[in-house]
């Protein structure tokens, strides 16, 4: 067992509350330092007094249990084929015998987007844990690409363990460290992401089956709204919010477009120019699009100008999140001050099938929204769990991986598409206790909301066009809060004194007050 100094007790806590394989902490105290052991099993023994206990139902370890023949009292006692992990664990905590399972996380019987594994393994006791092939990757010579193994994918495996105490007495090897488990230093979940080439995407309908994401009407007023949802801090989508905008007739496929704007104006378009006109775009599109299938995406800021007037010409703010932005009470925000060089958090959002973005956390603190006016688009959600689930823990890991898109991928090849099909395609089954990732299929007409620090991917099914605004929410004030002093200077003050009301301002001054006493 290997024992580390304390930092922060309570804070150590919350991350093992937080973690899919952390079962408690055992304390000790050490001459003058205290030292702590994360635990995947603290065993029922009052030699253990100083422990705590995760109050999550079921842990999730990476690897397959194995059982060594010198232990004849632990071996598989049953194994099911094409079965959901809901029903998976229901079957395990329903049987006298039964501490976990092990399950393959990728899909190969069943192809497709499902939520069925294609075996599961059910045992009564663990001994060890098979954590698959080690690969050892020599480092790149500089100046030279990391090299990645050719023709290697593996099933990556990981075992749901019931986190009962009792029942596990006698059952688990005291000595497993979840340490052990780790593919890399910095890991913090079960979870390997490892990328390989694209396959075929799956089918429209197959996402929508996969979708319980709630649906409301945006028919909702902002007061109820941020009552009602945003300070609940959980993703929905809303309906309609576009039925009134002339984006609605107007932005009816990417051609639509091509008169809509100056030619002159400059655009932010991936796969073509970070910094182009609206003609060289329409001379790509022509050229690469139509004739080769080549993949672009529109990513465009609206800042002051022409293009900001013309595309608020065509769509408005949706109603549940009017006058929601506290950035924007901040001294010259329009004009990139805050954040430093960022400014307004408006975008035009044109793409084509098959690019996307890559699992991230959107920045500075803010919520979005974001409005599907044409196509749709495939959304790839994770628990929130604050400093265990973050976008390096969801990236390709590139000693796994296998996939270089190629230099004339066109973005709809690249590694977006090759995430989504190697990792995505089976987030669902990447448990947190309770929770899992959620598939979300946006349509023409919905408008998602994101609060702020939830990891997420999306990844355009066929042609899109959107627009969407990230904004501080008063609903994570004490994020915004720290974010406006990480800025400098005194423009907090004009929030403080101005804009925050007395609620507010005892919510800053307990998180942070910048000023010494």
Same mark, same amino acid.
């Given at each position: 067992? +290997?024992?580390?100094?304390?930092?922060?007790?309570?804070?150590?806590?919350?991350?093992?509350?937080?973690?899919?394989?952390?079962?408690?902490?055992?304390?000790?105290? *050490?001459? !003058?330092?205290?030292?702590?052991?994360?635990?995947?099993?603290?065993?029922?023994?009052?030699?253990?007094? =100083?422990? /705590?206990?995760?109050?999550?139902? &079921?842990?999730?370890?990476?690897?397959?249990?194995?059982?060594?023949?010198?232990?004849?009292?632990?071996?598989?006692?049953?194994?099911?084929?094409?079965?959901?992990?809901?029903?998976? #664990?229901?079957?395990?905590?329903? %049987?006298?015998?039964?501490?976990?399972?092990?399950?393959?996380?990728?899909?190969?019987?069943? *192809?497709?987007?499902?939520?069925?594994?294609?075996?599961?393994?059910?045992?009564n006791?663990?001994?060890?844990?098979?954590?698959?092939?080690?690969?050892?990757?020599?480092?790149?010579?500089?100046?030279?690409?990391?090299l990645?193994?050719?023709?290697?994918?593996?099933?990556?495996?990981?075992?749901?363990?019931?986190?009962d105490?009792?029942?596990?007495?006698? #059952?688990?090897?005291?000595?497993?460290?979840?340490d052990?488990?780790?593919?890399?230093?910095? !890991?913090?979940?079960?979870?390997?992401?490892?990328?390989?080439?694209?396959?075929?995407? $799956?089918?429209?309908?197959?996402?929508?089956?996969?979708?319980?994401?709630?649906?409301?009407?945006?028919?909702?007023?902002?007061?109820?709204?941020?009552?009602?949802?945003?300070?609940?801090?959980?993703?929905?989508? @809303?309906?309609?919010?576009?039925?009134?905008?002339?984006? %609605?007739? *107007?932005?009816?496929?990417?051609?639509?477009?091509?008169?809509?704007?100056?030619?002159?104006?400059? &655009? %932010?378009?991936?796969?073509? !120019?970070? +910094?182009?006109?609206?003609s060289?775009?329409?001379?790509?599109? =022509?050229?690469?699009?139509?004739?080769?299938?080549?993949?672009?995406?529109?990513?465009?800021?609206?800042?002051?100008?022409?293009?900001?007037?013309?595309?608020?010409k065509?769509?408005?703010?949706p109603?549940?999140?009017?006058?929601?932005?506290?950035?924007?009470? @901040?001294?010259?925000?329009?004009?990139?001050?805050?954040?430093?060089?960022?400014?307004?958090?408006?975008?035009f959002?044109?793409?084509?099938?098959?690019?996307?973005?890559?699992?991230?956390?959107?920045?500075?603190?803010?919520?979005?929204?974001?409005?599907?006016?044409?196509?749709?688009?495939?959304?790839?959600?994770?628990?929130? #769990?604050?400093?265990?689930?973050?976008?390096?823990?969801?990236?390709?890991?590139?000693?796994?991986?296998?996939?270089? $898109?190629?230099?004339?991928?066109?973005?709809?090849?690249?590694?977006?598409?090759?995430?989504?099909?190697?990792?995505?395609?089976?987030?669902?089954?990447?448990? /947190?206790d309770?929770e899992?990732?959620?598939?979300?299929?946006?349509?023409?007409?919905?408008?998602?909301?994101?609060?702020?620090?939830?990891?997420?991917?999306? @990844?355009?099914?066929?042609?899109?066009?959107?627009?969407?605004?990230?904004?501080?929410?008063?609903?994570?004030?004490?994020?915004?809060?720290? =974010?406006v002093?990480?800025?400098? +200077?005194?423009?907090?003050?004009? *929030?403080? /004194?101005?804009?925050?009301? #007395?609620?507010?301002?005892?919510?800053?001054?307990?998180?942070? &007050?910048?000023?010494?006493?």
């Amino acid at each position: 067992m +290997n024992l580390s100094p304390l930092r922060t007790e309570e804070k150590e806590k919350r991350l093992c509350e937080n973690a899919a394989d952390c079962g408690g902490i055992l304390f000790r105290s *050490l001459q !003058s330092t205290r030292q702590f052991a994360k635990l995947l099993y603290v065993p029922v023994a009052d030699e253990y007094s =100083e422990v /705590f206990i995760s109050s999550k139902a &079921w842990l999730v370890h990476r690897g397959l249990v194995v059982n060594d023949d010198a232990n004849k009292d632990y071996g598989v006692i049953h194994t099911a084929t094409n079965i959901t992990i809901p029903d998976a #664990r229901n079957y395990c905590s329903s %049987h006298p015998d039964c501490v976990a399972f092990s399950i393959p996380i990728q899909t190969e019987k069943l *192809l497709g987007l499902t939520h069925d594994v294609d075996e599961a393994v059910f045992f009564n006791g663990i001994s060890s844990f098979d954590y698959g092939i080690k690969i050892e990757i020599p480092d790149a010579a500089p100046g030279e690409k990391p090299l990645r193994p050719d023709n290697i994918i593996e099933t990556e495996w990981a075992t749901h363990i019931l986190h009962d105490r009792t029942k596990l007495t006698g #059952r688990v090897n005291v000595r497993v460290d979840i340490d052990d488990s780790k593919y890399d230093d910095f !890991s913090t979940t079960p979870y390997r992401p490892c990328c390989h080439p694209p396959t075929d995407l $799956p089918t429209i309908q197959e996402v929508r089956v996969m979708d319980t994401l709630k649906r409301i009407s945006c028919n909702i007023s902002r007061e109820e709204f941020y009552n009602t949802y945003e300070k609940s801090r959980i993703p929905i989508m @809303l309906t309609g919010c576009d039925d009134d905008w002339p984006a %609605h007739k *107007l932005w009816k496929d990417t051609r639509s477009l091509f008169d809509r704007f100056d030619n002159s104006s400059t &655009w %932010h378009i991936s796969g073509v !120019s970070e +910094n182009t006109t609206w003609s060289n775009f329409l001379e790509f599109y =022509e050229q690469n699009v139509t004739h080769y299938g080549a993949g672009y995406r529109v990513f465009t800021k609206l800042e002051d100008g022409y293009l900001s007037t013309e595309v608020h010409k065509d769509y408005k703010v949706p109603q549940p999140f009017v006058d929601a932005d506290i950035y924007v009470k @901040l001294p010259q925000y329009e004009k990139r001050h805050f954040p430093i060089g960022f400014g307004p958090m408006h975008w035009f959002l044109i793409g084509s099938k098959g690019t996307g973005t890559l699992p991230h956390i959107d920045p500075h603190q803010t919520d979005a929204w974001n409005t599907l006016v044409y196509g749709h688009k495939w959304w790839i959600i994770y628990p929130l #769990r604050p400093e265990i689930l973050t976008e390096g823990e969801t990236l390709c890991f590139s000693l796994c991986s296998t996939y270089n $898109p190629p230099e004339d991928s066109y973005l709809n090849n690249g590694e977006e598409k090759s995430w989504y099909m190697s990792v995505g395609l089976h987030a669902h089954k990447m448990y /947190f206790d309770q929770e899992a990732p959620m598939h979300i299929l946006q349509r023409a007409g919905e408008t998602i909301y994101l609060p702020y620090g939830y990891v997420h991917a999306v @990844l355009n099914m066929d042609e899109t066009i959107a627009v969407t605004q990230n904004y501080a929410s008063p609903a994570n004030l004490n994020g915004v809060w720290s =974010e406006v002093l990480s800025q400098g +200077n005194d423009r907090w003050k004009r *929030l403080y /004194f101005q804009h925050f009301n #007395r609620i507010q301002r005892r919510e800053a001054r307990k998180a942070k &007050w910048p000023i010494a006493a």
